[in-house]
C-alpha cells in the first residue's frame, strides 16, 4: 500500500548536517521502568504520530523485540506502516474509525476501536464479509466527549455485542481528560463512571473483556485506574505529560537534536538579523547560522526565547526563526563552521554539562511538550544507537 504522505525526500544521515538521535534502550528502561510500578497490568506502548516523532517503525520494531504485548496507534495508516514493516504484535487503534475502513483493518489483522452501535454493526457485516472475526475494544466516554458511547448510554452498546457472531470484544477502555492534573476530581469521577459500565459483565455472569484507562498521567497519579492494562504515550519517551502530574516513575528522555553551524560572521552594532529585523546588537557580536528551522518542527513562535547549547554552553537564538535556519549569537566567543549544536539534549563542555529539555522549547513555543516531539518533521533524519538488549529483571 502507498502512503501519499509518506516523506519523498531522502532522509538519509549523511545528507543532512541536522540529526535526531534516538536511544531505544532508554525506551526500553522506561518501558521497564513503568512496567514495575504498574505491577500486574500490561503495559501498552502508544506509538501514535511517528512514536511521538521518534519514528514509528524503529520504535515499532524495538517494542517487539521486547515482547510487549500490545502495540497502541491512532489511525489504520499507522497500523497498516507497523505491519508492513513485519511487526506482527496485535496493535490496536484508538481512534475513531468510519465503517468504510472495516475491511482494511480485517485485512491487516488490525483490532478495532468500537465506539457506537452503528459503528459495531459496520464491524460486524464486514467482518462476515470477509468470513473472519473481527477483535474489537469498546470505547467508553466516561468524561472526554471526544468518541465513545456515552456511559450513561453504554448498555445498548455492551448488549449488542452479545449479538454479534463475527466480533470478539477482547477490551473495554475509556479516557481521561485532566489525568495530568493536580486535582484528580474529575479523573477519580471518570473512574467510577467507567466502573459503573463494568458492572454489566458481572450483572450478566459473562468474562469482563480487558479494562484499560491509564494514560500516562494516569499511570504516574492513578493507581485505582490501572486495571488489566495501561496506555502511557509521552513517559515512554521520558517526557512528563506535565509540571503538575507526580514523578512517581524515573524516566529518562530518549532523544537528542542536534545540527551543525553552516555560517559564521560579525555583525554590526544596529544591523538586524533575520526577517521582519526583530533583534540588532548595540555592540559588535559574533553569530552563527544553524541549518533548521520551523520546517523541521523548530517553532517559529520560540524565535527571541529559545537558546542552543554549543560546547556545554547556552547561546540565545537571535531574529525570526526562518523555514530552515535560524541564527545564534555567540557573543565574544568562539565557535566554527561544523562546531555541534544541540537543539535539544546534552551538551559536554571542558568543565560542563549542559541541557535542554522539550519542556523548554514547550515552554518558549507556549506549548505542551506532546507538541514539540510530534512537530519534529520527518524530513529530520533519525539515527538510532545500537539497539541494545535489555539486562534481566
Ligand atoms: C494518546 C493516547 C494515550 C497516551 O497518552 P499520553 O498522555 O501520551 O500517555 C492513551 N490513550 C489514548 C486513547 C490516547 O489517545
Known sequence: MQISNHPTISTNADLRPTHLQIDLARLGSNLQAIQAHVGGAQVMPILKANAYGHGLVRVGQYMQSLGVGRIGVAYLEEGILLREAGVTTPILVLGGILGSQAPLFLQHGLTLTVSSTQKLEQVEAAAAAAGVVAKVHLKIDTGMERIGVHYYNAEGLLEATLRCKHVEVEGIFSHFA?????????????????????????????????????????????????????????????????????????????????????????????????????????????????????????FRAMSGKAQVLIKGKRYPVVGTICMDQFMVNIEQDSAFNEDEIILVGESQGEHITESISVEDLAAWAGTIPYEILTNINTRVPRVYLQDQPLADG
Open 178 to 298: 485532566n489525568a495530568d492534573a493536580a486535582d484528580l476530581t474529575s479523573a477519580r469521577l471518570q473512574v467510577e463512571r467507567f466502573q459503573e459500565v463494568l458492572r454489566f459483565y458481572e450483572q450478566h455472569s459473562l468474562p469482563t473483556p480487558l479494562r484499560h484507562m491509564a494514560n500516562s498521567g494516569a499511570v504516574l497519579q492513578l493507581p485505582e485506574s490501572w486495571m488489566d492494562l495501561v496506555r502511557p504515550g509521552i513517559l515512554l519517551y521520558g517526557v512528563y505529560p506535565s509540571a503538575q502530574a507526580q514523578r512517581s516513575v524515573a524516566v529518562q528522555p530518549a532523544l537528542t537534536w542536534s545540527s551543525r553551524i553552516v555560517y559564521f560572521k560579525v555583525v554590526r552594532p544596529g544591523h538586524p538579523v533575520s526577517y521582519g529585523s526583530t533583534w540588532q546588537s548595540d555592540h559588535e557580536v559574533r553569530v552563527v547560522t544553524v541549518p533548521v528551522g520551523y520546517g523541521d518542527g523548530y
